[in-house]
């Protein structure tokens, strides 16, 4: 069974600039959440999808924003890059039904905003 | 608030020898505790997934276990290898139902001298 998987690895963008990130999932994983990991602040949670629908936020601003497609691949968005968005982005999918679901990470996007 | 700590955020251990990494939270009403390893520059590697009402789970060399009262775990790994090298994260899920969002502690970084 192939894991999750993340395209493009890595990104270097100019601030100012957007950019998307795509996630697929695990076969049969219907959810798919995406965390960004900075040396200072560690992994932080921005929003879960499961079925087309944002089930989950996290304290980020509106610049970040995502989406789910029918086959359960996802899409992150941050529009007008700051310096402070260069970090590693993974994403995450799990069954996302019950209470012990499993989340298994894919090699994550590193993004570096000059 | 809902935090997650790891101490110490370094260890350095000669190989062959076991060990345990610790994994501290607030609030006892957790759904399931997942331990894993992060090599540098990759995603996240689940090790260990420990459902709110067992105690522990034991995977190879790797045996965690899972202390609610207390709101403790610790990564027990024996006879370390060099291989075992990474930082290891544990992460919490508490929330509703559907509620996939992971809060994670900061790591502990793991060093074995051959």
């Known amino acids: 069974k192939a894991g999750v998987t993340q395209t493009p690895r890595y990104l270097i963008k100019t601030r100012g600039q957007q950019v998307t990130l795509s996630c697929s999932p695990i076969?049969?994983?219907?959810?798919v959440s995406w965390y960004q990991q900075t040396p200072g602040q560690g992994l932080q949670f921005l929003f879960e999808y499961f079925s087309e629908t944002q089930r989950n936020k996290g304290n980020f601003p509106g610049r970040f924003s995502g989406r789910q497609f029918s086959n359960s691949r996802s899409e992150m968005n941050v529009s007008t890059l700051e310096l402070g968005d260069s970090a590693l982005y993974l994403c995450a999918s799990s069954h996302g039904q019950g209470l012990n679901n499993e989340q298994f990470f894919g090699p994550g996007t590193r993004l570096t905003v000059l | 608030k809902q935090e997650v700590t790891q101490i110490p955020a370094a260890l350095s251990v000669p190989e062959g020898e076991n060990l345990v990494l610790n994994c501290s939270f607030t609030?006892?009403?957790?759904?399931?505790l997942q331990w894993f390893r992060q090599d540098p520059g990759k995603g996240l590697t689940s090790l260990l997934l420990?459902?709110?009402?067992?105690r522990e789970q034991t995977s190879g060399r790797l045996n965690a276990s899972l202390d609610k009262s207390s709101g403790r775990s610790t990564l027990y790994i024996a006879a370390s290898q060099p291989g075992d090298s990474a930082t290891y994260l544990c992460?919490?899920?508490?929330?509703?139902?559907?509620?996939?969002?992971?809060?994670f502690g900061t790591g502990t970084r793991l060093t074995i001298i051959p």
């Open positions: 609030d006892s009403a957790i759904y399931n």
């Open positions: 076969s049969g994983h219907r959810s």
């Open positions: 992460a919490v899920k508490w929330g509703n139902f559907g509620n996939e969002k992971l809060t």
């Open positions: 420990i459902q709110s009402s067992q």
